[in-house]
């Protein structure tokens, strides 16, 4: 494995290994020296072209924790705002010799198109992009899912995943329903049928319009951000009837189990896909998420760069 | 694959596989037997009784294994050190894998279990414990990776076979059984948990690069 680009690229045996991975990377919190060597003299670029808050530095500190140098690029403010095309940053960033490419790009499809140009030699990690995939996401999920519920080891096999709200415009929603598939846990989609995409019933998931059908026997409930900012037309009449129908509030979560978990990618819309008590709730493990994806992004680096190239025989 | 990866990273600390891959061996393999169980009973005791020697008691003893069996080796020796001492002796694991030098001449290879004892590591003394010692590589790995958990008053080396070839300025205080080997030939330490019989073998041929993993 060289690249990491889409979820469904992970067979079970992967990704598990990367699930156990982290797990040994968590240990690292303990120590008074949060530190590996792994990755020293290599260079990890993070290249992002949208905004991102806790990707960003989720990718970073896990780069640096490996000891790895980071470099941070933003579009804003370097010459893509000039006008460089994605295919001259590349070159740039390939002549000065980065290992690893992060990229958050708002195209679908951005990251293949640097990983198979040849533009790049190294490793491309997606971060993002578009509607499309967000595979790093769909791990530290998996990761913060196994831990609650199957005692970090194994595989999520019969774990029941509700996963609420914006599945359209959801990079998120598509990375995990295809690595929770895989790993063999049900998955179900609720959203207002404007707010599926096409050919959603191909998806390895139950799809449903019906919140409260739905919940009862969730092990895991997981709100999308209703992303705004890639809404140009009507999808829902008000969000008052969103947040009626589709919103995960107390009242909801008060007919669930004590043990369920509750998740969210973040940014949340507090009072519009979860409710502001739900969002601190014992149940809510959105911080703890983020926490997860440090350890979990040092995993996938470690995996993708701390070895050498694979087909050289076995080097002595 | 997740299951074959630990196993194989398992056999890492073993580093008499280092030297299988330079020859294809054709030829069935050709085992000497070295200990069998009852020796490495009695060796694991008499090591058990220097550790006590040398550091004057089991306080502030803690017995550090490189996966896979130089865990297995460490929990045993821990039991005997506070079956003798009638004190609690702490035993953990401790991987190395990312603190090789020659990560970078492999594809990335999954890590092994590391296991501190609550109580940490700093100020006391740590028996580092490993199945077999060769190129001295991976103890040096292992001093590294101790430095970046805690600052032991003591450091102490405790191996069940050295089989010389040093590469590195790196001695064993404590040696269960020194070995002559060539290059061309493997020591290998069975342990009952994990192999179902206790033993050490010295191996001339090598039919199956699988057993060997391919790792250092």
């Known amino acids: 494995m060289k690249h990491l680009l889409n979820a469904h690229d992970l067979s079970h045996e992967e990704a598990v290994l990367i699930l156990d991975t982290a797990a040994e990377m968590e240990t690292l919190t303990d120590r008074s020296v949060k530190k590996l060597p792994a990755l020293r003299g290599r260079t990890v670029v993070n290249l992002f072209f949208e905004d991102s808050t806790r990707t960003r530095i989720s990718f970073e500190a896990a780069a640096k924790r490996l000891s790895a140098d980071v470099i941070n690029f933003a579009a804003k403010g370097s010459s893509v705002s000039k006008g460089e095309s994605l295919k001259d940053t590349a070159l740039t960033l390939q002549a000065m010799g980065a290992d690893a490419i992060v990229i958050r790009h708002s195209a679908s499809g951005a990251p293949q198109q640097l990983a198979s140009s040849g533009w790049v030699d190294g490793s491309v990690i997606n971060a993002g992009d578009g509607r499309h995939q967000h595979p790093t996401q769909a791990l530290l999920d998996a990761y913060t899912m196994r831990k609650h519920l199957r005692n970090n080891t194994g595989d999520l096999e019969g774990v029941k995943v509700t996963i609420i709200g914006d599945v359209l415009h959801s990079r998120v929603a598509r990375s995990n329903v295809q690595l929770l598939h895989t790993l063999g846990a049900d998955v179900t989609l609720v959203a207002p049928p404007t707010l599926l995409p096409v050919g959603v019933q191909t998806w390895p998931a139950t799809v449903s319009y019906d919140l409260d059908e739905s919940l009862p026997g969730s092990d895991v409930v997981m709100c999308l951000r209703v992303q705004r900012e890639r809404m140009n037309e009507a999808f829902f009449p008000t969000e008052r009837e969103f947040s009626l129908r589709y919103g995960f509030d107390s009242e909801r979560l008060a007919r669930l189990s004590d043990d369920v978990v509750v998740m969210h990618p973040g940014p949340m819309n507090r009072g519009l896909e979860i409710g502001d008590a739900v969002a601190d709730s014992p149940q809510s493990v959105i911080v703890e998420q983020v926490a997860n994806g440090v350890t979990v992004r040092m995993a996938v680096l470690y995996l993708l760069l701390g070895g050498g190239p694979a087909d050289e025989g076995t080097p002595r | 694959m997740a299951q074959d990866a630990r196993g194989s990273a398992a056999e890492s600390s073993d580093e008499s596989s280092d030297e299988s891959a330079t020859e294809p061996a054709t ?190």
């Open chain 2, 27 to 216: 030829e069935p393999a050709d085992e000497t037997a070295i200990l069998d169980s009852s020796d490495l009973n009695r060796v694991l005791t008499r090591i058990s009784h220097e550790i006590l020697e040398s550091a004057k008691g089991a306080t502030d003893l803690v017995v550090l294994g490189i996966p896979t069996r130089g865990t297995l080796l460490a929990h045993r020796l821990a039991a005997k050190l506070s079956e003798t001492e009638g004190v609690p002796v702490p035993s953990g694991s401790l991987d190395v894998t990312m603190y090789r030098d020659d990560l970078q001449l492999r594809p990335a290879r999954a890590l092994g279990h590391t296991d501190i004892p609550a109580q940490g590591i700093d100020g006391s003394t740590v028996v580092l414990v490993d199945d077999v010692l060769f190129s001295g590589r991976t103890v040096r790995a292992a001093l590294d990776a101790i430095n970046d958990i805690g600052r032991p008053a003591v450091v102490r080396l405790a191996v069940m076979v050295d089989r010389g070839h040093r590469q590195l300025p790196i001695r064993a205080d404590h040696v269960g059984k020194n070995v002559d080997t060539k290059l061309g030939e493997s020591v290998r330490v069975r342990l009952a948990e994990i192999d179902g019989v206790d033993e050490v073998v010295l191996v001339r041929n090598q039919p199956d690069p699988a057993l060997t993993g391919g790792l250092l």
